[in-house]
């Protein structure tokens, strides 16, 4: 199984920027397609980003497009979501997810192992 810990959420002001880190252990191969979720209160968990395997290709969440970019250290087995230009709708727990194939998904039960997630508030 892999092992995914998140850090860099945090608190911070509306049109601030936070980077987000997601790395994993365990049963690895370094080229796992990876994605980035989030669930806001009383809202049901939604795709962010995902990143194929090799990093050449993205998928964003229309309403992040411009702002977040997803992107990998394969070497260090860690995936980044730097997030410029917050929004207080921004708000939620993130978790990072790992499937066990190289291309990249926006769909949830696609992933097969998941952080415990971190949280990013966005004040207005």
């Known amino acids: 199984q892999v092992q995914l810990v998140e850090s860099g959420g945090g608190l911070v002001q509306a049109g601030g920027s936070l980077r987000l880190s997601c790395a994993a252990s365990g049963r690895t191969a370094s080229n796992y397609a990876m994605g980035w979720f989030r669930q806001a209160p009383g809202r049901e968990r939604e795709f962010v980003a995902t990143?194929?395997?090799?990093?050449?290709?993205?998928n964003y969440k229309d309403s992040v497009k411009g702002r977040f970019t997803i992107s990998r250290d394969n070497a260090k087995k860690t995936v980044y979501l730097q997030m410029n230009s917050l929004k207080p709708e921004d708000t939620a727990v993130y978790y990072c997810?790992?499937?066990?194939?190289?291309?990249?998904?926006?769909?949830?039960?696609?992933?097969?192992?998941w952080g415990q997630g971190t949280q990013v508030t966005v004040s207005s």
């Open positions: 997810a790992a499937r066990y194939v190289t291309t990249r998904s926006t769909i949830e039960k696609d992933y097969s192992a």
């Open positions: 990143i194929s395997g090799s990093g050449s290709l993205t």
